[in-house]
């Protein structure tokens, strides 16, 4: 399994923008499809985005196109979300994700999970 952590949450304004980082443990970083997940008060965790192993295939959830990018650096484990023109609807905690594997399946488990972090977009 991979270790990740997540970093760049945040307090912005409606309309603003923010990065999320999420660094990776591990030498095998580029065999996994990584995600970004989100969770808002009250409601179940939904899948914001995904990438592919080489960075070569993306996939967003339909909220966030256009607004959101999501994009990985293969040489320093990490991934990237990032986030403009925010809306309080994307309020949230963020989650990044790992699905071992070089096949773009971001459907089913993901393997490994970041501990999250905080987005609050106020009006």
């Known amino acids: 399994q991979v270790q990740l952590v997540e970093s760049g949450g945040g307090w912005v304004q409606a309309g603003g923008s923010l990065r999320l980082s999420c660094a990776a443990s591990g030498r095998t970083f580029s065999s996994y499809l990584m995600g970004w997940f989100r969770q808002a008060p009250g409601k179940e965790r939904e899948f914001v985005a995904a990438?592919?192993?080489?960075?070569?295939?993306?996939s967003y959830t339909d909220s966030v196109k256009g607004r959101f990018t999501i994009s990985r650096d293969n040489a320093k484990n990490t991934v990237y979300l990032q986030m403009n023109s925010l809306e309080p609807e994307d309020t949230a905690v963020y989650y990044c994700a790992a699905k071992l594997g070089r096949t773009f399946d971001y459907t089913g488990d993901f393997g490994s999970w970041g501990q999250g972090t905080q987005v609050i977009v106020s009006s």
């Open positions: 990438i592919s192993w080489t960075g070569g295939r993306t």
